[in-house]
């Protein structure tokens, strides 16, 4: 199902030192689910990795939130398992671009 067209939010994250990850929450203009625990996320290299499970057709799947920064550029890249294979499989790229 895609997002309303006026769909708003913000992500918040804060280190768990002891964990060495982070904690992601992130809130929604949905009047279903407002707030949610959005899973763990950390550092791969270059990347902020978020990972998390969301709920599809009653089943927990894992999914991925990779984010890459340049000075001029984000993308963040969404991903989910794809049942029975276990592989991560790209669902959407976004990039957004200062100027």
Request: aromatic share 12%.
């Amino acid at each position: 199902m895609a997002p309303p067209a006026n769909w708003t939010g913000s992500t918040s994250f804060g280190g768990d030192q002891k964990a060495q990850l982070y904690r992601f929450f992130s809130c929604f203009n949905d009047a279903n689910e407002v707030c949610i625990d959005r899973g763990t996320a950390h550092w791969e290299g270059e990347a902020f990795v978020n990972d998390y499970d969301v709920e599809v057709d009653g089943k927990r799947i894992p999914g991925r939130d990779t984010f890459t920064f340049t000075p001029k550029t984000h993308t963040l890249v969404a991903a989910m398992q794809t049942e029975g294979s276990g592989k991560m499989t790209t669902l959407i790229t976004t990039r957004a671009t200062r100027q």
